[in-house]
């Protein structure tokens, strides 16, 4: 089968398509012939081996998992002994390692039958961004309805589900991104956008429940100004070490001193329960990825490369080879 890795930390040209041997399931495991996968920052994150810090688990001077690759929608083409959850024809999406490939396996845990009425490209834009989006928004900013949501960086791949899951909860949801997606951010249930290059958010005056920032790019004080007495701030992205360290450090700090609070989101787990949530809410059409481009995986270099510049409305998609005899 064919495969993407990467045996140094880099950029996307550390990349490459190599013949690999077709993985083998173990018993709780499923063998998913690839139909597509996302991209996602955690895959550039990885392969540049950054923030450093992360190489302490990763691997120091080589990534010691040289696979790349969370999301996964595909067909099962084996079950391990102990799997009795799924069958072979079975259509499915979740998340895996490796999924950057055209064949890859994961555990029974982590997977759901693809909602009928999304596509292999749709199931696999949703995982990784969408568990980011609903944990942070359900988890740590416990949104209700009838509750002020703004959502920095609406248009991009955690913030276009962020905008639909706070719809979804009832909130009235603010969205920010640039001049380009104002109309996208509007599609996806927005009820007030902000142009982030003619307006300044954090200054306007205006004040929120909850601010879900899946960019990290302002100031804790700047949180502070945008939030109601009691509001939450929970930052899912970072656009730097230096931001990074400050949420870390002065949001916990902030969050002690009076009623708001800033705080960071930290990984997403991927529970199948999350899983289940999140595939209801696609069947019903309250939530619909995103998606502005498809790549074939011999061009996965150039989607992380794509998704790495900041500007990809939505998700980015990578199809495996040789899956077209896959449809219906």
């Known amino acids: ?7 140094n930390y880099g950029s996307a040209e ?3 398509l190599v013949q ?10 499923v063998l998913v012939r690839v139909h597509a996968a996302s991209a996602n920052p955690l895959d550039w994150h990885r392969m540049r081996g950054a923030p450093f810090i992360a190489r302490l688990s990763e691997g120091l001077l080589k990534p010691r998992d040289t696979r790349l690759g969370a999301d996964i929608a595909g067909r099962v083409e084996a079950v391990g002994s102990q799997v009795t959850a799924f069958h072979p024809g079975d259509d499915v999406f979740g998340t895996c390692s490796g999924s950057l490939a055209e064949y890859a396996c994961a555990g029974e845990d982590r997977l759901a039958l693809k909602p009928a009425n999304l596509s292999f490209e749709a199931a696999a834009a949703v995982p990784v961004a969408a568990f980011t989006a609903l944990q942070g928004l359900r988890d740590k900013a416990h949104v209700r309805a009838g509750q002020s949501v703004l ?3 609406a248009a991009g791949g955690v913030g276009s589900f962020a905008v639909q899951i706070a719809k979804a909860y ?10 380009g997606k104002l109309a996208l951010a509007y599609s996806i249930g927005a009820d007030h956008v902000v142009d982030y290059t003619q307006e300044d958010f954090t200054r306007s005056g205006r004040q929120y429940d909850v601010i879900y920032d899946a960019v990290g790019n302002r100031s804790v004080s700047d949180y502070k100004r945008a939030l109601n007495p009691q509001g939450i701030c929970v930052v899912a992205g970072f656009t730097s ?3 990074l360290f400050e949420h870390m450090v002065l949001g916990p700090r902030l969050s002690r001193t009076g009623g708001k609070q ?3 989101q930290g990984m997403a787990a991927t529970p199948k329960n999350d899983l289940l949530a999140i595939k209801a809410l696609l069947e019903t059409g309250k939530v619909v990825p995103v998606i502005d481009r498809c790549y074939p995986l011999r061009e996965a270099a150039e989607a992380i490369r794509y998704l790495e510049e900041g500007h990809a409305r939505g998700k980015v998609i990578v199809t495996a080879a040789g899956a077209d005899d896959m449809a219906p």
């Open 151 to 153: 959502v920095n960086g």
């Open 262 to 264: 800033v705080g960071l």
């Open 20 to 29: 690999a041997e077709k993985p083998t399931p173990t018993d709780h495991q």
């Open 241 to 243: 070490l230096p931001r």
């Open 14 to 16: 550390v990349l490459r």
């Open 1 to 7: 089968m064919q495969a993407i890795t990467f045996s």
């Open 170 to 179: 009832g909130a009235e949801v603010t969205g920010v991104c640039s001049t």
